[in-house]
Each structure stands twice: as C-alpha cells, then as structure tokens.
T-cell receptor
C-alpha cells in the first residue's frame, strides 16, 4: 500500500518570501503521478501542480514548482514570491495508474502568509 | 456553474438518521469518487465507480453505501448515521486519460449529533 507523509503540520512566512513544503511517499510502483492540492478556507480542493513519475524534468506552474527526487521518493513544493492568497492547507497526493487510480493524501501542511 | 456539484453544502442531523449526499457532474467523466476528510488525516477514499452500476469499496467503506445509476450522478448514503461520521465529504471525478487529475466538488460538511 502507498503512503504519503507531510512532516510539517504548519508553516508561516512573510509575504514575498519563498517557502518549500516537504512530502515523502512510499510505493513499489514505477508508473504513478504526484500532485499538490491547495485547500483555502473556502474548503475547495484546488489542483496546484502535477508530476508524472517518468518525467525527469520538474513541473512548474507560474510561481509554483516541484523538486521531484524519484529515488528518494521525495516531492517538495516551492512557492516563490508568496502572496496572501496562498494561505491555505496544502496536500501532497499520490496516484497509482493501476487499479482504482485513487488519490492517497498526506496529512496536510497549513501554510500562513503574513503581511 | 460548477463542473462537480455536491448537495447539500452543510447538513446537521441526529444519530440513527438516514442521510444521502448527492454528487453530479457535467464533465462527462466515467470515474467518480467519494472521500472523507477528518482533521489531521487528509482525505480518505470511501467508494469509487468507473461506470454506471460499477461500485468498488475504498479503504473506509463500512457504514456507507453508494449508488451510480447514471454517468453524471454518484450518491453516498449513511444508512444509520453515527457521531464519528461527522466529517467533510468530497466527491471527485476523473477522465480516462492517464494524465488526468481528479476534480473535486466543494464538499459537504456533515455534523451528526
């Protein structure tokens, strides 16, 4: 069974700073996807970024980028030039491309951006 | 209009009552999922469906049932609600392509007294 671990329950940074959220996972599969979802106080689950395990190049979406280390089973999220609207819970998630294709979530990191 | 719609948005009910949470989607996706979110635990899978009348248990299906009578609709039922089923419930859909992410509804906050 796959597991996802986010070791930082809470983080806080000043506006415009760069912040990195950590995520590690455990799997015996080779073909899978990794995701970061954002959950603001409005409680929506918003897709931030995704990474296919077979792609060596790290995914980037505007101010959001990942550092994907497949051998180490690590998938961290970097937010550059952080904004007040980035305040949210962030969930790392794993999806196996076989079977249920379900998402397995980490426990989440509560990120606060201070003015 | 939202692509994935959950009703109701919030619900308070009493122990022992039967509850149905509805999910409908306009994305045309075959795959639909129900998750439960508890504080500090992230989201966990209750049931999933890959097609009409296809039903599969997730990791925490006890106490729940689902129905998929149409491609666009996937309902979750609590036959006899108990307080530890108090949680935030999410429906999600996914297209068939391997690079497709899951798309979530806005969630139903359920409180059982």
């Amino acid at each position: 069974a796959q597991t996802v671990t986010q070791s930082q329950p809470e983080m806080s940074v000043q506006e415009a700073e760069t912040v990195t959220l950590s995520c590690t996972y455990d799997t015996s599969e080779n073909n899978y996807y990794l995701f970061w979802y954002k959950q603001p106080p409005s409680r929506q689950m918003i897709l931030v970024i995704r990474q296919e395990a077979y792609k060596q190049q790290n995914a980037t979406e505007n101010r959001f980028s990942v550092n994907f280390q497949k051998a180490a089973k690590s998938f961290s999220l970097k937010i550059s030039d952080s904004q007040l609207g980035d305040t949210a819970m962030y969930f790392c998630a794993f999806m196996n491309l076989q079977g249920a294709q379900k998402l397995v979530f980490g426990q989440g990191t509560r990120l606060t951006i201070n003015p | 209009d939202a692509d994935v719609t959950q009703t109701p948005r919030n619900r308070i009910t009493k122990t022992g009552k039967r509850i149905m949470l509805e999910c409908s989607q306009t994305k045309g996706h075959d795959r639909m999922y129900w998750y439960r979110q508890d504080p500090g635990l992230g989201l966990r899978l209750i049931y999933y469906s890959f097609d009409v009348k296809d039903i599969n248990k997730g990791e925490i299906s006890d106490g729940y049932s689902v129905s998929r009578q149409a491609q666009a609709k996937f309902s979750l039922s609590l036959e006899s609600a108990i307080p530890n089923q108090t949680a935030l419930y999410f429906c999600a859909t996914r297209g068939a392509g391997k690079n497709q992410p899951q798309h979530f509804g806005d969630g139903t906050r359920l409180s059982i007294l």
